[in-house]
């Protein structure tokens, strides 16, 4: 199984919206697990609309995460049945998806 990459921005925008934090608690609930691993970004383009987090090759897009949400996004990626309804896959996915394919090409040509 290939190494799900979580890509955090902490670029300006983010930051001010708690980016930061929500990374910090990217890496607690990930813990050591060889199958994902959380890395920073400088920044996805889509600034006013962070906390933004993207998880390669899944190539799914988190927009507008708070610290809250990051128990939800882990345990989806572990494939667990997320808590809540609408599942935070819905609920954060609010991004132009002309920029979500732009930003993929990028990440599908290493760009990271
Ligand atoms: S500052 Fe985060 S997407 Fe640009």
């Not at 921005?9 to 607690?28: F, G, S, Y």
């Not at 708070?66 to 991004?95: C, F, M, N, W, Y």
Request: with cysteine; proline share 7%.
């Amino acid at each position: 199984m290939e190494k799900k990459l979580i890509f955090v921005c902490q670029n300006v925008d983010c930051r001010v919206r708690q980016a930061a934090e929500v990374m910090e608690k990217l890496q607690q609930e990930a813990g050591p697990d060889e199958r994902m691993e959380v890395r920073s970004y400088m920044c996805f383009g889509a600034c006013h609309e962070g906390p933004n987090v993207v998880v390669y090759p899944d190539k799914v897009w988190y927009a507008g995460v708070k610290p809250e949400d990051v128990a939800e996004i882990i345990a989806s990626l572990r494939g667990g049945q997320p808590p809540g309804h609408p599942s935070t896959l819905e609920r954060l996915d609010t991004i132009d998806p002309g920029l979500k394919a732009m930003i993929f090409q990028l990440l599908d040509a290493g760009l990271y």
